[in-house]
């Protein structure tokens, strides 16, 4: 089993900025990419920022240069630090890691979700 949560979300005036954590742990042999989604209020979910297990990254669109994304292998542990934040921005943020447990078990473990409200 494979737990995974975040936290860090909040509210936060525009042009503010929130750190956002996700700590995996349990048994865990490997731990691959890993992504920060969001969904939006009516929206469909969406990969906002994504980290390979090499330290490669990725970004939307939308939030490029203001939106970082880090891992610490050591800790098991992504960080999403979100500045400059637009009230667009609001949504419920999840992370996925790519798991591979103690018992050969390859699939994608989710966190419950952190909110994040940005208002203007």
């Known amino acids: 089993q494979v737990q995974v949560v975040e936290s860090g979300g909040g509210l936060v005036q525009a042009g503010g900025s929130l750190r956002l954590s996700c700590a995996a742990s349990?048994?865990?042999?490997?731990?691959?990419?890993m992504g920060w989604y969001r969904q939006g209020p009516g929206k469909q979910r969406e990969l906002v920022a994504s980290?390979?297990?090499?330290?490669?990254?990725n970004y939307v669109d939308s939030v490029k240069g203001r939106f970082t994304i880090s891992r610490d292998n050591a800790k098991n542990t992504v960080n999403l630090q979100m500045n400059s934040l637009k009230p667009e921005d609001t949504a419920v943020y999840y992370c996925?890691?790519?798991?591979?447990?103690?018992?050969?078990?390859?699939?994608?473990?989710w966190g419950q979700g952190t909110q994040v409200t940005v208002s203007s």
């Open positions: 349990g048994n865990i042999l490997s731990l691959n990419d």
């Open positions: 996925k890691w790519v798991v591979i447990t103690t018992t050969l078990r390859h699939y994608d473990a």
């Open positions: 980290i390979t297990s090499g330290g490669s990254t």
